[in-house]
């Protein structure tokens, strides 16, 4: 009976059965982990330089240029938030070399220091340098609405009545004569309206304007973040009293654009 239950020896060419199961465990799961990552990095690599040909040399990741990805934001991390008021940042329009080029748009500090050709003394648009112009990036007047205050902007994106925005005097008599035509059909079209919709009209085209506002400011935002390729960056915040913009004279839309506001189309 003890010879029958007695398990054969391991032969000399094959391991006992625990220390060969070890083996093969150990060998086939390292085997797995290392063939992806492999084939991860083979697609890594390959997607990378496809990218890098694609766009003549200028993006890694196919254009995609998240904010975790640039160092210097990494760096913005490890240094203190610069808080400046608007006096003060004047002091950051390159004139003086030991100090960085600042411009701030609506409230936010950019280094744009990377660009004292354009930014700096004689710069294209050093007029931004050193200051809150967020209104003119919106309205484009530079010489007279390179201030934060942004009250009315949204004037410049609600149209006009046909009556209100007529052809210039030099304009061709046929085209004032269509203009006619559409002013009439447009005062008829208006008269036939209630009041309940103009009101409603004139809700839906102020949630429009603002938007556009929006839209219009985080174009800008998302240039002087970095996100499209160019290395500026965010260093901070103006910092400035509560209630300051009520102590400000409000503003009309400049003739830049008061001229470029859409005329209201009306269905014929």
Known sequence: MATRNRRPAPTKDEPAEPIKKVATETTSSAFSVLDILRVAGGILLFSSALSYLTTSGTSL?????????????????????????????????????????????????????????TYGPGGS??????????????TGCFDTDSVPDLRGVEQMYIPLEPWEKPPPPDAPETDKQKHAVLEK???????????????NRSAQELRKARQSVRDGLEHWHQLFRGDKGKAYRKVGEVKREEGWLSKLPKRTLCENAEKGRPVRKYEV
């Open 125 to 138: 648009y050093h007029f931004f340098a050193g200051r809150d112009a967020a209104r003119a990036f919106l």
């Open 185 to 199: 059909r447009a005062r008829e079209k208006r008269k036939a309206m209630s009041k309940a919709d103009l009101k």
């Open 61 to 117: 990741t196919w254009g995609y240029n998240p904010w975790w990805t640039r160092a210097r934001e990494w760096k913005n991390i490890m240094n203190s938030p610069v808080s400046l008021t608007d006096e003060e940042l004047k002091a950051y329009d390159g004139t003086d070399p030991s100090k960085p080029i600042y411009l701030a748009l609506n409230g936010t500090i950019y280094d744009v220091s990377i660009s004292p050709a």
